[in-house]
């Protein structure tokens, strides 16, 4: 605490130019993000396939690939650009303070005394704060799935399944998250300066009532999960689970295919009740083999105790940005830089500190991506010994052509960005000297099915 404290009042300055710094932060990340995109985007101009590749990916792939991979480095850099035109406008046009007022000005008018005040105003403002960001998203978010997706068969949603997802979004947002942040900033009002203590525990709480809700209440709102019918795949992967000791409870196959052509298996629950859950476009464009060799490298980061230790520097990692917010939550140089001259909201400091924080999570990011490399080594590893070197092998090929994946990488940029290996690194791991194991005819590469955020 002592430390704590002592930064605490380092930082509290009068007249320190808190705006610019942050101003500076932002800018610096989107000037070191795309010295490393500008750097990936010599990569995606180069017109052959790894050696490694040549007898498995066509030029037509590759080319498709390619110009899949320039198109997003486009979108990432012009939408990263207008993102930090709306933060430089919202910094320089004092847009929290009268967004704040507004709120305020907005309760005093239609609400009763007793029901005023500033956990209430903090969820108005809230309110208002998250529908104008959603409306400036819409352009980018609206280019992205109907024009970048589109244009290389990726998309599967119509504009009216866009819309409603973005409406369920909100108002699961208003329903679960009012009660939540009513209760964090109660917590904060009532337990002063050791906050972060109480806080830290109240989210840990939440998470394992999240894992519990969130196949009955969250995950049907968007998706239908259905059994998964009896046969190979059925069989291998719960005698996978058998052999492995894994608490299998549920095998599910969700209908993804309904928003786009993205492939993925995962598994989510309590240590002692798992569920297992397979995108139908990976049943579709597997072979069985292929689709259990997935998830032995999934149930592989499961046995290697990876997502134990994940979630152990998960809640260290929260357990420092409180007791770091805690040095910020009474700052009044960094209120009163935004206009915020005769209020400290708790809220709002949040909001600020975490663009304070950007710089240090730049580089928890980048440590966490060499980690999450490492892990995604060792779960191939843990699947070859299971037998399953060539399956595994064959859906990695299959999923990188499918899904028109980059199929180089600049180091720098996969270092700072890449959760996974590159295919080559992962192929050399697994041992495989090539020899066409991915069965693909040729029609398959105009039906690209593109993987989740959370790749094998």
Do not use: C
Request: glycine share 6%; net charge positive.
């Amino acid at each position: 605490m002592w430390i704590l404290e002592q930064l605490a009042r380092l930082l509290d300055r009068p007249l320190f130019p808190w705006k610019n710094v942050l101003v500076g932060f932002s800018l610096g990340q989107f000037v070191l993000e795309n010295l490393l995109l500008a750097r990936q985007y010599k990569v995606l101009k180069q017109t052959k396939a790894p050696k490694v590749l040549e007898g498995e990916v066509t030029q037509k792939v590759y080319d498709q690939s390619q110009a899949y991979g320039r198109a997003k480095a486009k979108y990432t850099f012009f939408s990263g650009l207008y993102g930090q035109i709306q933060n430089i406008a919202f910094v320089y046009g004092d847009v929290l303070p009268k967004l704040w007022g507004a709120s305020g000005l907005l309760l005093a008018r239609y609400l009763p005394g007793r029901f005023q005040g500033e956990i209430t105003q903090t969820l108005v403002f809230l309110f208002g704060f998250n529908l104008l960001t959603t409306f400036l998203s819409l352009p980018t978010s609206y280019y992205q799935t109907f024009v970048l997706e589109e244009k290389f068969g990726f998309n599967k949603q119509t504009l009216k399944l866009w819309v409603t997802d973005m409406l369920k979004g909100q108002m699961l947002g208003i329903v679960l998250g009012a009660p939540i942040i009513s209760a964090v900033l109660k917590i904060i009002q009532k337990t002063g300066n050791s906050f972060f203590y109480y806080l830290w525990l109240f989210v840990i709480f939440l998470q394992v009532f999240a894992i519990t809700i969130y196949p009955i209440v969250i995950l049907p709102l968007f998706n239908k999960l259905s059994p998964l019918e009896a046969g190979t795949i059925k069989t291998g992967v719960e005698n996978l689970a058998k052999k492995l000791q894994f608490p299998l409870t549920d095998l599910h196959v969700i209908d993804g295919s309904k928003r786009s052509a993205h492939s993925n298996a995962y598994f989510y629950g309590l240590p002692w009740k798992k569920h297992i859950v397979i995108y139908d476009t990976l049943l579709e464009k597997s072979e069985p083999e292929e689709v259990v060799a997935v998830l032995s490298h999934e149930l592989g980061h499961w046995k290697l105790n990876h997502t134990t230790k994940l979630f152990g520097i998960a809640q260290f990692h929260m357990f420092y940005i409180f007791a770091l917010f805690s040095v910020f939550i009474n700052n009044k140089s960094l209120y009163q830089s935004f206009g915020f001259i005769s209020e400290q909201p708790i809220m709002i400091g949040f909001l600020l500190f975490s663009d304070a924080l950007a710089p240090l999570d730049n580089v928890v990011k980048l440590l966490m991506n060499i980690l999450s490399r490492k892990f995604e080594f060792e779960a191939d590893a843990f699947a070859q010994g299971l037998g399953f070197s060539n399956e595994l092998a064959a859906s990695l090929l299959k999923l990188q052509i499918q899904n028109l994946s980059t199929m180089e990488a600049d180091w720098m940029y996969a270092s700072y960005h890449f959760s996974h290996p590159i295919l080559t690194e992962r192929l050399a791991a697994l041992g495989w000297k090539g020899g066409n194991v991915t069965g693909l005819k040729a029609e398959d590469s105009d039906k690209p099915v593109k993987a989740a955020d959370r790749e094998l």
